[in-house]
Structures are given as C-alpha cells and as structure tokens.
C-alpha cells in the first residue's frame, strides 16, 4: 500500500508538471479575465507566466523605442546634410559674385560634390582663396573731365616734339606725363617718337603700336595734338632740352614756357618720370589717367589679337595667372644680379652692362642687392614663391616676358609649374607673324594679357610691373600680388639651409603677403621721388574715387 501510494503520489506530480508545461507553451492563447494584459501571472505554484495582455504591451513599447530610434538618426543625418549643404552653398556664391565680364571668369565647382571629404573641401577652400579678388570698397575709376577743365580756342604757345625713351611702358607712361605737360604749357603735342636704339631696337612708330585716331578723339579736349609739325615750322630747328626729372607745373610754366614762346618748337630728349608723382592740380592728375588708360589704346591688329588669346586661356573656364617673370638679359646686365648663374654667364652680364653708356652704375655686388630685394626673382624662387602662396601645381602660368636668361631658362620653373604658356606657344605662327621682330608690339600683346589676368604676379618692380599694377587698381582692384622680395629671398636661404621648415616657411609667406593683393590704399608722399610710389603704379589719389568723399 504504501508502495501504491508512493506510485499515485508519483503519478499525481508527474501529471501536474506535465500540465504545467503544456500551460506555459500555451500561454500567448490565453487572456485573463478582465481582458486586461499583465506582465506576469501567478501560476498557483508561483511560475511566471507572460499573458497575452503583456506581449501587446511590449510590442508597443518596442515600437516606441523604434521610431524614436528613427527620428533621432533622421535628425542627426538632415544637419549633416545641412552643413554640407552650407559649405557648397557658401563656395558658389563665392563663384557666382566673382563672375567678370571678359575680365573675370566663373571658378567652376568640383565635377562630383559627393565625393568631396572634409580634406578635400578644405584645399578646394584654399584654392578658391588664391584666386579671391580683393575688396574696392567705395572706389572706383574716375578720369573724367568737368566741364570747366575743357579746352577753349585753338591758341597754342608753341609745339613739343617729344624721344620717348626706354621700352613700350616706360614711353606709354612717359607719352601719359607728356600728355599732362602739354596742357600745363598750352601746347600742342605732335606725335610722339618711339625709342628704335634700346635694347629692344625696335623699328615701330607710335601708329604701329598705339590707335593714334583713338588718342586725338579721347584729348581733342584737352590739349591740341598734331601728327607733325606744320609747314611754316617744319623747317625750325627744335630747341632740343631734357626736361627735369619729377617737376612740378610751375618748372613748365615758369622756365619753359618762356622758351616754348620763344623758339615755338621744343624738342624733349626723355619723356619718362618728367612730372612729379604728388601734389599736382587733381585735372592734371585725371588726365594722365585719360591718357594712359584710355587714349593710348594699341591698335584695332594688337587690341584683337590680345583678346583673342585672353578667351583662348580660358577656353577651359580655368583661371590663369600672369607672371612678370623679369629674369632677362637686360634687366640682369642693368640690376647686377648674377644668383645661380654661371660664372660665364655673369660673366656676359658685366660686360653688357660696362659697355651700355646710359647705364651709370658699373660695378654692382649682385649677391648684396639680392640679400636687399633688388634683384627679379629666380626662376626657381619664383616657383617656389607661387607654391608657398598656395597656388595648385597645374595652375595655368602664363609667362609675360621675353626669353629667360641662363643654360636653364625656365625648365626649373616647369619642374614645379608644367602648365606654363606665352604669346609665343598660345598664338599660332600665323597670327604673330606680323608682330615678328618688334618687341613693343609683342609686350603690348603681354599688356594686355596681364591686365586681364585673374592674378598678376611681377617678380621685379620694373616698368612693366608698375603699369600693369596701376592699371589694374584702376579697373577697380583686380588681384595683383606684389611680392616682398627682400624677405623672401632671405627666407628661401634659410629653407635651403635647414633652419625652416616647408610648413613654416609657406605660413611665414603667406602672412606677410596677407595684405599685398592689390586692395586699396592711399599712396603716400615720400622724402624724394625715388622714395616713394609712383603715380601709375598706384593712381590713388588722382583719378580713383570714393563715392563718400567725390573725387580724390
């Protein structure tokens, strides 16, 4: 018995677990009897069990934490692509204001926006930025003339018969000052004879190079101007007499004056730097602007030509910069500067330079002017300046000069810059070959390239470099980097050296050269003339104005 019921108590157990378990495997069929879901039910022996009212539970609350989960991932992606959408807005706006007509281009965007990383955007940042075009402010070009300054009658004081000197920018500037002195004196301006003994030895005449219809047009009202002497003077024999360098109005209207009444033609044997650069009449200093902007426009043959190769260069819708690379045989032989020369070719230099007779200065330590920021830079120092700036090595160069000097030439600077391009690979043969062998009318070609550039860069503060500079402050700021040469070749040295880094060396660059884009400012008096900026190289004030203040 007691065995037997051991067996049914056995029996019992067995079949209450078995019960159990069926109850547990179907609990989700099952609902409790206010039809409410809990989470866990008693299973009299104390068995957590789910209920169907707890499982609904659950699925809402899973629910929840899903689309919460969503929203927050939505949210977190829509900034990202807001600040990704800002940083591209902010770089096409840039490139929609920056738009020129003829002058200025369209910096295109990068071909596929998605694939653009952090790095990436950052140099394409940093490449936008060479390229920004400083602030005009309130200025702008103004070279008219008012009404009262006109010119009234035909009386004239007598004729100028003006040698201009030096190469196509020296004589263009020089031809502006005589424009000026001629309306000082009353005078009556003939044509102007170009320089044929420089170095250049150029046969051009003042027709061949400048439109002389468009320069009387532009100055019928100011001056008188003939395209040679009358017959009742042709035969007088000119008062021939260099005037002084940088004079004052009242040097011309006191001194020759006089003569020019006297003798009623005056040959002048210089025309370059004859008039002072500060404190002239504010007509007088529009006027030089009119003529040097305006009226001494190249002929229709250059002027076409010019721009043809301008829209040839930014056929692609790239940028381009125009690069005074001044390291020629001339200006060497003129400046003493010899660094990475051979002792041969220096050597030639010398003795250019002790047999030109208009040359005063014979004996020149170059490596001493170099150490001052006399000299033009290196072709390689050039490159090497371009880089620490940030400019992209296939940057579009085109090279405003005539043939570098030395075994080298400009393959150190095509190491760093393959891209490079002048008139004389960008212009086919045919369309040269009526500027061949005249130097003048090729430069007048670089002018004009140069002042449509996107950035000018001058490695030597010449002629050229302060004309083109001028006139494109005058057309209302156009980027000119105007390198610190002294600092510059000093901070190369010590690269070279060991002393620098790369890294620091192009942060040093780019820090000085901050504020050396072309922006205004006022130029400034100096203690002499040779002390202090030229007029064309910086026609504020004179004839660039703020709208607050009316003409400078």
Not at 73 to 88: E, I, P, S
């Amino acid at each position: 018995m007691t065995s037997g019921g051991g067996d049914s108590s056995g029996s019992a157990a067995n079949a209450s677990l078995l019960q159990a378990m069926g109850t547990r495997r179907r609990v989700p069929e099952l609902v409790d009897e206010g039809g409410h879901g809990s989470d866990f039910s008693d299973g009299g022996g104390g068995a957590a069990v789910r209920t169907p009212s707890s499982s609904s539970s659950y699925r809402r609350r899973m629910v929840w934490h899903f689309c919460w989960l969503f929203w927050v991932c939505w949210g977190l992606l829509t900034v990202f692509f807001l600040f990704l959408l800002l940083k591209y807005t902010s770089m096409t706006f840039y490139e929609v204001v920056t738009i020129r007509k003829q002058n200025d281009f369209l910096i295109p965007p990068p071909s596929d926006e998605s694939s653009i990383n952090d790095n990436a955007a950052e140099v394409n940042n940093q490449s936008l930025e060479v390229w920004r075009k400083p602030s005009s402010g309130d200025y702008h070009k103004c070279s008219h003339r008012l009404s009262k300054e006109t010119r009234r009658g035909a009386e004239t004081n007598g004729y100028i018969i003006v040698r201009s000197n030096g190469g196509l920018n020296q004589m263009k500037t020089g031809i502006s000052d005589m424009v000026a002195i001629a309306k000082i004196m009353n005078a009556t301006l003939v044509y102007p004879y170009l320089d044929h003994t420089s170095y250049w030895a150029d046969s051009s005449e003042f027709k061949d190079i400048f439109d002389s219809n468009h320069f009387e047009e532009v100055l019928k009202d100011d001056i008188q101007i003939a395209e040679s002497l009358p017959p009742e003077y042709a035969s007088v024999k000119p008062l021939v007499r260099p005037p002084v360098s940088w004079s004052k109005p009242s040097y011309y209207k006191e001194i020759i004056v006089p003569l020019l009444k006297k003798h009623k033609v005056i040959q002048f044997t210089q025309s370059d730097s004859r008039l002072a650069n500060n404190n002239l009449p504010k007509a007088i200093q529009r006027l030089r602007c009119r003529a040097m902007y305006d009226a001494l426009r190249f002929t229709d043959k250059i002027q076409t030509l010019g721009m043809k190769l301008v829209d040839r260069l930014r056929s692609d819708n790239k940028p381009y910069v125009a690069l005074h690379l001044r390291y020629e045989k001339d200006m060497l032989a003129f400046t003493g500067c010899t660094h990475n020369l051979t002792a041969e070719e220096a050597q030639k230099l010398t003795v250019m330079r002790k047999n030109a007779n208009h040359w005063k200065e014979k004996d020149i330590d170059g490596e001493a002017r170099r150490l001052q920021g006399g000299c033009p830079l290196t072709p390689r120092e050039a490159a090497i300046f371009l880089e620490a700036i940030g400019f992209p090595s296939d940057t579009k160069i085109y090279i405003v000069a005539g043939e570098i000097y030395g075994n080298h030439g400009i393959s150190t600077f095509q190491s760093t810059y393959p891209n490079v391009i002048s008139h004389s690979n960008l212009a086919t043969k045919e369309e040269l070959e009526p500027l061949k062998n005249h130097q003048n009318q090729l430069a007048a070609l670089d002018y004009i390239i140069a002042v449509e550039s996107d950035v000018f860069v001058y490695t030597y503060d010449g002629n050229m470099a302060k004309a083109v500079q001028g006139h494109r402050r005058f057309e209302r700021f156009r980027k000119t980097i105007v390198p610190d040469n002294r600092n510059l070749v000093n901070l190369i040295d010590k690269m070279d050296n060991g002393m620098l880094s790369w890294e620091e060396f192009s942060s040093t660059i780019k820090s000085l050269h901050a504020n050396r884009t072309g922006a205004p400012y006022r130029r400034v008096p100096g203690e002499s003339p040779k002390q202090e900026e030229n007029f064309y190289a910086n026609p504020l004030p004179g004839c660039i104005c703020n709208k607050q203040q009316g003409l400078t």
